[in-house]
């Protein structure tokens, strides 16, 4: 059964603060992604990685960061928190070739006051 | 712009009911095709891929594909009042050497009254 984890389910943060996000996988896959959910704007890409140390940028990828030391782990890195980026963060995973199915970990409802 | 267009509901069905979801994608090169469903306050849970023309079914859910009118479809039969949630299409795009990036419809809003 794929397995897709996040440090968080909920995060309060202020305003200024540096903010890590963190997923994990054991499915093996070599493609990771970070996207962030709001209402009315449906799912946005932020980032994804196809391979360790490699990173992509996707459509938002103003005010963030990654990180992807292992191939099971990818970080997202608020480098400094504003009240526009509470939203909902998901992370997801696939494999490279093959079906490119992507399972999405339980989310991280992130707010920054 | 790659784009995924879907019906934004609400769509609402008695139970029982067929449950008709459907989406059009722009890219006439995508070639992998899937719904997720998406509970409030819930993260997307894939239920059906396709991949080739025609149907696929897989319990009470069948996917449709027709890739010359880039169409893609979900029936749910015998709608449940459990399937009241957020269907969400998405198209791969791919990227080579990189497997590629799912792009995501808006979503269509399924209610099921009992």
């Known amino acids: 059964d794929v397995k897709v984890t996040q440090s968080s389910r909920y995060l309060v943060k202020r305003t200024g603060e540096k903010v890590f996000l963190e997923c994990v996988q054991d499915?093996?896959?070599?493609?990771m992604f970070w996207y962030r959910q709001d209402p009315g704007l449906g799912l946005r890409l932020i980032y994804f990685?196809?391979?360790?140390?490699?990173?992509e940028k996707g459509d938002i990828p103003e005010g963030y960061s990654v990180s992807r030391e292992k191939k099971e782990r990818f970080s997202l890195i608020l480098e400094s928190a504003s009240t526009n980026q509470t939203s909902m963060y998901l992370c997801?995973?696939?494999?490279?070739?093959?079906?490119?199915?992507?399972?999405f970990g339980p989310g991280t409802r992130l707010t920054v006051t | 712009q790659k784009e995924v267009e879907q019906n934004s509901g609400p769509l609402s069905v008695p139970e029982g009911a067929i449950a008709s979801l459907n989406c059009t994608y722009s890219?006439?090169?995508?070639?992998?095709f899937f719904w997720y469903r998406q509970y409030s306050g819930k993260s997307p849970e894939l239920i059906m891929s396709i991949y080739s023309n025609g149907d696929k079914e897989d319990g009470r859910f069948t996917a449709q594909l027709n890739k010359a009118s880039q169409y893609v479809s979900l029936l749910i039969r015998d709608s449940q009042p459990s399937d009241s949630a957020t269907y969400l299409c998405?198209?791969?795009?791919?990227?080579?050497?990189?497997?590629?990036?799912?792009?995501f419809g808006q979503g269509t809003e399924l209610s099921v009254k009992p």
């Open positions: 890219d006439r090169g995508s070639q992998s």
């Open positions: 499915m093996d896959h070599e493609n």
């Open positions: 997801a995973s696939s494999h490279v070739t093959g079906d490119y199915e992507q399972y």
């Open positions: 998405a198209v791969n795009i791919m990227i080579y050497n990189q497997g590629g990036k799912l792009i």
């Open positions: 990685s196809y391979d360790v140390k490699m990173k």
